[in-house]
């Protein structure tokens, strides 16, 4: 033997001369050897076989020796293969003899079939002939390790259900199967109410049996070829097969919320959980996002009706949905197009009469929607986590004008700023505003952070200890909209928030004698427990003096000051005069605002039907401006242009929407050339007033009037009737039972 010691495992790899090992020394190197090892000849027969080798294929190295155990191109005669272990590729043929990594199966008298890892590789002997040396190992393990690995990746490891991942996958797989065959199927999203409260108040450990204990339930009510997983902490999902008709899967809903609700026994405790859930029904190409996105708005809707039951999305969800949609792709860009912009609404000593600080509104206007209100698009920001970035946008907004009020000593006092439950649950937002604040050089003193009374008693221990921290730096902590949440009084006393912030419900209703007391005990509470109590809604001198007398510190609402431009809000510190309670000048501009609409916008306008209502909003709000460009010396003619062109532009866009919609929706073929026949009037209409008014036929002020009187005649005698209609097939009439209902309706209301 030419090779010495351990190097044979290398050396015989590369092609070294060798000759069958016969040194007791690399005997011993090779029986010790981890993997099976098969020296074989020119002609491949084996000539010898280690002791890993004969374990794995099952045979002694005498049965081993002589015998061909690959396909070679020279068999030889006193070769039976038939007899003896055989290795074979993949598809059952046997393995050729060639140089190579090859993954391979051998047939082991004592294992069985097995699956091998194979390396083959030509080696010179001593005598000059080519020969092969063959290494192999058992893969079994491994193959388990990675069926395993495979499992956990695709499993939820408390519940043992597939989780999102797998869902994901099975979704994808049945919507091709849907696309090919024609085959229904809904996708559920169960979400498990207050789960929260249960770990609070029981453990996690008790916790996590409940959710074990649950995913039990819903395995049970399913099929065995529906899937259910747990795609979250609290959250599930059930894929359910073969559904031809939405009632079927209304039908499951109803089971999955049945079994949920059925009492649950755990460590001595008697818990009833209830769980909310929203079902989408897989229609005519419809995606896994869109799906998702529908059960997750059905959900949404479930919750909003009280939690503890069902919805499926229908078509009012669906085009809630679209609009959603169109607004959460168009709030991805706000910040980038610069269409933020925030606002400051002063707040007032209720004793003194002085403005003592202000509160930072953010507010988004889209060249399309208009002013969208911030009651509609926090809520999508938060569902679809942009609010941390845009919460970082007003955090930089807030420190570049305090800065600026610093620089230029005008006593702003404190800059209140709200913070969303998922910003509190967000550390690196508390970075970022640490870093933000110590770079503007702003006293920590002035600033306060309003959370919701819910959010703040809902905080983790980790948010309240950071919300502690800023404390100790100075900021104050002030709890909004109490009232409404679920507080305790000890809870108030542990906490210690700086501030109480009575909502405007019970401001609204004051004169009852049961809001007018909570708002007196509310302040006496906030004085007890050494916080600062502030009324927010204040729009009447009434309400101011209820407050006064029940000993409120500060106030802030539209009675006192509306909410203003940097700007403006600096002319108010620099003149008292301005800033004396109920006749200060921001009073009289909200009043003098109201009065200079051409068109204030009402309930009365609203449709039902969410896209159509926000293109009303965006023609009212170009009127309103049409009509304040000819006020000041600010306005151009060039200005005037670009909005009459605009206005036109909308007309016709809104138009062609309306049309879509109808066509959408199958509404009868007279409503819908009624429509477009009044369209096309309109349009001409307004063509020809906007010509008119360029060419000096019309005023300015005739012009808006009559735009305003064709908008309100449109929505009350065209658009309103197409929202009934809309509403009533999609609870189940035909187009023409809807149109009939719908005529009988105005007709009445003529009368």
């Keep these: 033997m030419v090779l010495r010691g351990d190097s044979m495992a290398s050396c015989y790899l590369t092609g070294m001369a ?28 084996v000539n010898y076989a280690n002791l890993r080798a004969c374990e794995v294929l099952g045979a ?45 199966r051998v047939s082991s008298a004592t294992h069985g079939d097995l699956p091998v890892n194979c390396r083959i590789a030509v080696v010179t002997l001593a005598d000059g002939d080519l020969g092969y040396v063959v290494s192999f190992h058992d893969t079994r393990d491994q193959i388990a390790t990675e069926e395993r690995l495979t499992y956990l990746a695709h499993h939820d490891p408390l519940t043992d259900l597939p989780n999102r991942r797998l869902v994901s996958e099975r979704l994808d797989y049945e919507i ?33 049996k409940l959710l074990i204990a649950l995913a039990d339930r819903f395995r049970c009510a399913v099929r065995e070829s529906d899937t259910v997983a747990r795609i979250g902490g609290d959250e599930f999902a059930v894929i359910q097969v073969a559904v031809d008709d939405p009632e079927d899967a209304a039908a499951l809903a109803a089971k999955l919320l049945s079994v949920a609700q059925a009492a649950v026994h755990l460590d001595g405790f008697e818990l009833f959980p209830g769980v909310t859930i929203g079902v989408a029904v897989r229609e005519n190409e419809t995606s896994a996002e869109e799906l998702w996105r529908h059960a997750d708005a059905a959900m949404y809707q479930a919750k909003a009706r009280g939690k503890n039951t069902f919805v499926v999305v229908d078509d009012v969800i669906t085009e809630a949905v679209e609009a959603d949609s169109r607004l959460v792709c168009a709030l991805g860009n706000a910040i980038d197009y610069q269409q933020f912009h925030l606002v400051y609404q002063p707040q007032f000593s209720v004793d003194r009469g002085a403005i003592v600080g202000v509160e930072a509104l953010l507010r988004w206007h889209h060249p399309e929607f208009g002013d969208v209100p911030p009651s509609t698009f926090i809520p999508l920001a938060e569902r679809h986590r942009m609010i941390e970035p845009i919460g970082t946008w007003v955090l930089v907004e807030i420190c570049r004008q305090a800065r600026t009020w610093i620089n230029a000593a005008i006593p702003f006092g404190r800059i209140a700023f709200n913070l969303s439950q998922l910003q509190l649950a967000n550390r690196e937002h508390f970075a970022a505003l640490i870093t933000l604040v110590d770079a503007a050089e702003i006293p920590w003193s002035m600033l306060e952070i309003e959370v919701t009374e819910t959010a703040y008693f809902g905080a983790s221990r980790d948010v309240l200890a ?33 501030s109480l912030k009575i909502d405007r419900a019970f401001i609204e209703d004051y004169r009852e004698a049961e809001s007018a007391g909570i708002i007196r005990e509310t302040i006496a509470l906030a004085h007890a427990l050494g916080m600062a109590a502030i009324a927010e809604g204040i729009e009447s001198p009434e309400q101011q003096a209820l407050i006064e007398r029940f000993g409120c510190d500060r106030s802030q609402g539209f009675h006192l000051g509306i909410p203003v431009e940097a700007g403006r809000l600096e002319r108010m510190f620099f003149d008292p005069g301005l800033a004396t309670a109920a006749e200060n000048e921001s009073a009289s501009t909200a009043r003098a605002a109201k009065e ?22 965006r023609l009212v709000e170009l009127i309103n401006l049409l009509g304040k460009s000819g006020h000041g010396n600010d306005a151009s003619t060039e200005d005037q242009h670009e909005l009459l062109h605009e206005i036109a532009r909308y007309v ?37 007033s906007l010509a008119s008014y360029r060419d000096g036929r019309s005023t300015l002020s005739d012009l808006c009037q009559g735009l305003a009187r064709w908008l309100e005649s449109h929505i009350h005698a065209e658009d309103k009737m197409l929202g009934e209609q809309i509403v009533a097939i999609n609870r189940g009439s035909t187009p023409i039972e809807a149109y009939r209902q719908a005529m009988l309706s105005a007709a009445l209301e003529a009368r």
């Design 18 to 45: 060798v000759c069958p090992p016969s040194s007791l020394e690399c005997c011993v190197v090779l029986q010790q050897c981890g993997e099976g090892i098969l020296c074989l000849d020119a002609k491949g027969r």
């Design 60 to 104: 002694t190295a005498d049965m081993l020796v002589g015998k061909v155990l690959f396909d070679d191109s020279h068999p030889q005669e006193d070769c039976r293969p038939s007899l003896l272990p055989l290795f074979r590729g993949e598809s059952g043929e046997m393995l050729p003899l060639s140089p190579g990594m090859h993954q391979a």
């Design 176 to 208: 091709s199967r849907a696309r090919r065959y024609g085959d229904g199927f809904a996708l559920h999203l169960i979400d498990l109410d207050d789960f929260k409260g249960v770990n609070d108040r029981f453990g996690h450990p008790v916790g996590d």
């Design 466 to 498: 950071m919300l502690e921290e800023l404390q100790r730096r100075g900021v104050r902590i002030a709890i909004d909209d109490y009232g409404t949440g679920h507080s305790s009084l000890l809870a108030l006393r542990r906490m210690r928030a700086n």
């Design 596 to 617: 200079e609409l051409i068109l204030p916008w009402c309930n009365d306008y609203e449709t039902g039907i969410a896209q159509i209502d926000l293109q009303h909003h």
């Design 652 to 688: 016709d866009y809104h138009f062609r929407c309306e049309e879509a919609f109808m066509a959408r929706h199958h509404v009868v073929d007279h409503h819908v050339e009624h429509h477009q026949i009044t369209h096309g009037s309109a349009l001409r209409m307004v063509v020809d």
